[in-house]
């Protein structure tokens, strides 16, 4: 019979090993002396490779002006910033478990995620819709019945077309791409006949693509999607630096310089542009910065 003593303490003992365990990212980065960021190689043009093989974007622009406040925050002025390059099958995991500190690549903020993880205030706002060759003729979901639908693997675009009104009735195949440059290659060699994703992303591929005047951004609108960096949760103070980093771009104006030069200017590696206008939604969300999940811009009224 275990003694009273011996009761309080394996209570005591079950307690901490069931407690969440607060990250502490600043305290990770000052005993190592680097920071990690997560990078995508294909996220045109918020996270992706130029022709030299070095990540460049939007949103790795973003994080570097993080990591300066994070460089002020610890008086590291030398700190080395590694990049690791991630999926959408593993961006989360490796969040997580400590191995990036900094996700910047082309995440949606949703309720789902927000379990797992925490994200900066959103700096993207995108619309999930679908690219396909104009020679198709195809214009929305109705005319999928039958065909192969393209997509990345990690992501939600599946899940979206099914959950749409005119999704529910339409018996598409799903081929899967390992990133977003294998799922626009389905599109490109006719192995699919729509490539579905945020059209952001879409644009960026065909603007890079051999034959661009070939592809269109046609269809419904399948979801309204906030885009942010993504960080670990429970974090407070390393999220209060991240946010901080974030609004002062939003303040300053330094943002929409930011989103000139990728969206708007010609860009690596075909000198290019998307010619891709913010959005009013994003217009909103600088003059008054949040880190609300998708559901909060898709609610049914």
Not at 37 to 53: A, V
Not at 102 to 108: A, D, H, N, R, Y
Not at 146 to 154: F, Q, S
Not at 258 to 264: D, E, V
Request: hydrophobic content about 40%.
């Amino acid at each position: 019979m275990k003694s009273p003593r011996h009761s309080l303490l394996f209570a005591a003992l079950a307690l901490t090993l069931s407690a969440p365990v607060m990250a502490d990212t600043l305290a990770k980065v000052k005993e190592s002396g680097a920071i990690t960021m997560g990078i995508r190689e294909s996220s045109l043009p918020l996270s992706y490779l130029d022709d030299k093989q070095q990540p460049v974007g939007y949103h790795i622009d973003i994080c570097n002006k993080i990591v300066d406040a994070v460089k002020a925050e610890l008086k590291l002025p030398n700190l080395k910033v590694n990049q690791t390059p991630v999926t959408s099958q593993n961006r989360i995991p490796l969040v997580t478990n400590g191995t990036v500190d900094l996700e910047c690549g082309s995440t949606t903020n949703n309720e789902a995620r927000k379990k797992q993880v925490d994200f900066a205030p959103t700096t993207f706002v995108t619309n999930v819709r679908m690219a396909v060759k104009k020679a198709s003729g195809i214009k929305g979901l109705d005319e999928l019945n039958g065909k192969p639908v393209a997509t990345t693997t990690g992501t939600t675009s599946v899940q979206l077309m099914r959950s749409h009104e005119k999704g529910k009735h339409i018996d598409f195949k799903e081929v899967y791409g390992k990133d977003h440059a294998d799922s626009f290659l389905m599109l490109e060699t006719d192995r699919a006949v729509a490539f579905v994703m945020d059209d952001n992303l879409l644009a960026g591929l065909m603007v890079n693509s051999k034959t661009p005047n070939d592809y269109a951004i046609v269809g419904e609108v399948l979801n309204i999607e906030p885009i942010a960096i993504m960080l670990r949760k429970d974090d407070p103070k390393f999220k209060k630096v991240v946010d901080d980093a974030v609004n002062s771009l939003m303040k300053s104006g330094e943002i929409d310089k930011l989103y000139a030069k990728w969206f708007m200017g010609a860009i690596p590696p075909k000198g290019a542009s998307l010619n891709f206008p913010m959005s009013d939604k994003l217009k909103e969300l600088i003059k008054a910065p949040s880190d609300a999940p998708a559901e909060a811009y898709n609610a049914k009224k």
